[in-house]
């Protein structure tokens, strides 16, 4: 079923060409069962070939797809058309740097993931013999939440001490290390939860809960940035008593 027409007004970046972001304008037909993304897949194939921006799986697994619609973060694959009106604005996510058009810069986020130590970490490796590390179901519940971050970048854009701050570690990130804080087969969290003290870290985070707001998967990372603040202090509070016990 037809929902007629609609105006797109679209960012548009050519490092090569322009030294500023413009805008564009399409208007096109569009169906009642469209996603955002299904409409801007119709203005590069059928009206504009050049238009730049990332999508892959198109069922809101990959997160490649994150886009500001109308001002906030989305995950395009997931988000109705049909929620909108007669005209929609289309930029590149906030707080990246853009590379071309919607093509956000992705380095630096995925540096902030290798600063949590995002694997398990064990003091002494497993012998083959002792068999896999079994887990409770109640032991997967402790983190099972955390690991469904598909890595879609939208609460960074959504945060605003990310805004302020380029350097914040940033609520996705913070996420994950808690995920393996969180997990029974890590014994890692001495480690992250030192990271976790450190400038520019959990404590640099204001609470707004603007991430878990736009999070597609209810990850839930403002939830996990608390509960991270907690256990990074107990942790800073044992190590004095565990001191003083030695001494």
């Known amino acids: 079923m ?15 060409r322009d030294t500023e972001p413009r805008t564009e304008e399409y208007e096109i037909p569009v169906q009642s ?15 504009d070939g050049s238009l730049s921006y990332r999508w892959s799986c198109r069922m809101a697994v990959c997160g ?26 289309i930029e590149p996510l906030a707080n990246f740097p853009t590379i071309r058009d919607l093509v956000v810069e992705m380095d630096g986020f995925m540096d902030k993931f290798q600063k949590v130590k995002p694997w398990i970490i064990q003091a002494k490796e497993r012998a083959v013999e002792e068999g896999p590390q079994h887990q409770s179901p109640e032991d997967l519940q402790a983190f099972k939440q955390f690991s469904m971050c598909i890595n879609c970048t939208l609460c960074y854009s959504a945060c605003p001490v990310v805004a302020t701050d380029p350097e914040f570690l940033g609520p996705a990130a913070i996420a994950l290390g808690h995920r393996y804080n969180m997990d029974s087969r890590d014994e890692g969290a001495d ?32 939830g996990a940035v608390n509960q991270a603040k907690f256990n ?4 800073w509070a044992s190590s004095f008593v565990v001191k003083r016990e030695k001494e």
Do not use: H, Q
């Open 33 to 47: 069962d469209w996603k955002v993304l299904d409409a801007i897949n119709f203005i590069k194939d059928e009206i």
């Open 191 to 222: 480690e992250r939860n030192a990271v976790f003290r450190g400038e520019g870290t959990i404590f640099s985070c204001s609470y707004a809960n603007e991430c878990s707001e736009v999070c597609p998967k209810n990850v839930d990372p403002a």
């Open 232 to 235: 990074a202090v107990v942790d």
């Open 64 to 89: 490649s797809c994150g886009m500001m619609v109308n001002g906030e973060p989305k995950l395009t694959c997931k988000t109705a058309l049909s929620s909108y009106g007669d005209s929609l604005t």
């Open 2 to 16: 037809s929902l007629g027409t609609k105006k797109f007004v679209i960012t548009r970046f050519d490092p090569d």
